[in-house]
């Protein structure tokens, strides 16, 4: 136990050393790598060493069993020695009963040590497996660029059309950084693509993500026009044309409203509930 809170405590002070702040981002990275391969290092020497210790846990409990195997083969033999005197004189039943009685004891005793000794091999073992743990994720936090660098590399992939690539660096960007402003650009970025690939369903998810964890960002009036084309073109009118008036009453003077109003116009609805307006070919 003592061991295991001592490699924790190492991990996380290591952890700490190495959070850096975002502008020194090439030197920072170059430090948080050095590091890293530092708690490597530092991870195997102990790896090392907690195997050295199971080893000779291992041995304790095989010196154990083989005591245990060779005080039962004592106790056949004993028990097989009664029955012999047995047949012959009851002299001597009292005396060996006794031995057998202070082996038993042995063997409980043995049998007791043997537990022990597992139990604080699986503790050692438990505590290797939770450094390994440890050690991975701190990795993994160290490999994660810092966010307006993840940020800036995503939009630059989005604006040159490399939507593959821009999708996992968004993602990435939600999975690490999601209570962020920029989380909720991340979305709509993500959504965007999805309805230039005619997936609106998956985008009107996203376009949620937008409205409803980031009401306030920049991007919210751009999401909820968008989730309403994108309900249009799914055949939810009815649901559509609703997200579109909500864009001209919550943003009345932006371009998304403007853009709403004339979509309204081609549907042949009126941009406020309540009134419909037959379009020119009725």
């Given at each position: 136990?003592?061991?295991?809170?001592f490699?924790i405590?190492?991990?996380?002070?290591?952890?700490?050393?190495?959070?850096?702040?975002?502008w020194?981002v090439?030197?920072?990275?170059?430090q948080?790598?050095?590091?890293?391969?530092?708690l490597?290092d530092?991870?195997?020497?102990?790896?090392?060493?907690?195997d050295?210790?199971m080893?000779?846990?291992?041995?304790?409990?095989?010196?154990?069993?083989?005591?245990?195997?060779?005080?039962?083969?004592?106790?056949n033999?004993?028990?097989?020695a009664?029955?012999?005197?047995?047949?012959?004189?009851?002299a001597h039943v009292?005396q060996?009963?006794?031995?057998?009685q202070?082996l038993?004891?042995?063997l409980?005793?043995?049998k007791?040590?043997?537990?022990?000794?597992?139990?604080?091999l699986?503790?050692?073992?438990s505590?290797?497996q939770s450094?390994?743990?440890?050690?991975?994720q701190?990795q993994?936090?160290?490999a994660v660029p810092?966010?307006?660098?993840?940020y800036?590399?995503?939009?630059?992939?989005?604006?040159?059309?490399?939507?593959?690539?821009a999708v996992?660096?968004?993602?990435?960007?939600?999975?690490n950084?999601p209570?962020?402003?920029l989380?909720?650009?991340?979305?709509?970025?993500l959504?965007d693509?999805?309805?230039?690939?005619?997936?609106?369903?998956e985008?009107?998810?996203?376009?949620?993500q937008?409205?409803?964890?980031?009401?306030?960002?920049?991007k919210?009036?751009s999401?909820?026009?968008k989730k309403?084309l994108?309900l249009?073109?799914?055949g939810q009118k009815?649901d559509?044309v609703?997200?579109?008036?909500?864009v001209i009453q919550?943003?009345p003077?932006s371009?998304?409203?403007?853009q709403?109003?004339?979509?309204l116009?081609?549907?042949g609805v009126?941009?406020s509930?309540?009134t419909t307006?037959?379009s020119?070919g009725?």
């Amino acid at each position: 136990m003592k061991i295991q809170r001592f490699a924790i405590a190492f991990v996380f002070s290591a952890f700490l050393a190495g959070i850096t702040p975002a502008w020194g981002v090439s030197k920072e990275i170059v430090q948080l790598q050095t590091q890293v391969q530092a708690l490597q290092d530092q991870m195997t020497s102990m790896k090392q060493s907690f195997d050295q210790q199971m080893g000779v846990m291992q041995h304790l409990i095989e010196q154990s069993t083989d005591n245990v195997n060779k005080v039962a083969n004592s106790i056949n033999q004993l028990q097989t020695a009664i029955d012999k005197q047995q047949s012959d004189s009851g002299a001597h039943v009292d005396q060996v009963s006794g031995q057998i009685q202070a082996l038993n004891d042995t063997l409980d005793e043995l049998k007791a040590r043997l537990s022990k000794v597992s139990a604080q091999l699986e503790a050692m073992q438990s505590a290797q497996q939770s450094l390994a743990a440890t050690q991975a994720q701190q990795q993994q936090q160290a490999a994660v660029p810092p966010p307006d660098i993840l940020y800036n590399n995503a939009l630059r992939d989005y604006n040159a059309g490399k939507n593959d690539i821009a999708v996992g660096e968004f993602n990435d960007y939600i999975k690490n950084y999601p209570t962020t402003d920029l989380a909720g650009n991340a979305y709509f970025y993500l959504a965007d693509m999805q309805f230039r690939q005619g997936n609106y369903q998956e985008a009107v998810k996203n376009y949620d993500q937008v409205i409803q964890n980031f009401p306030t960002g920049n991007k919210a009036a751009s999401a909820e026009l968008k989730k309403g084309l994108a309900l249009i073109e799914l055949g939810q009118k009815d649901d559509g044309v609703a997200a579109l008036r909500h864009v001209i009453q919550r943003y009345p003077r932006s371009t998304e409203a403007t853009q709403a109003r004339d979509r309204l116009r081609k549907l042949g609805v009126s941009a406020s509930a309540g009134t419909t307006r037959r379009s020119p070919g009725e």
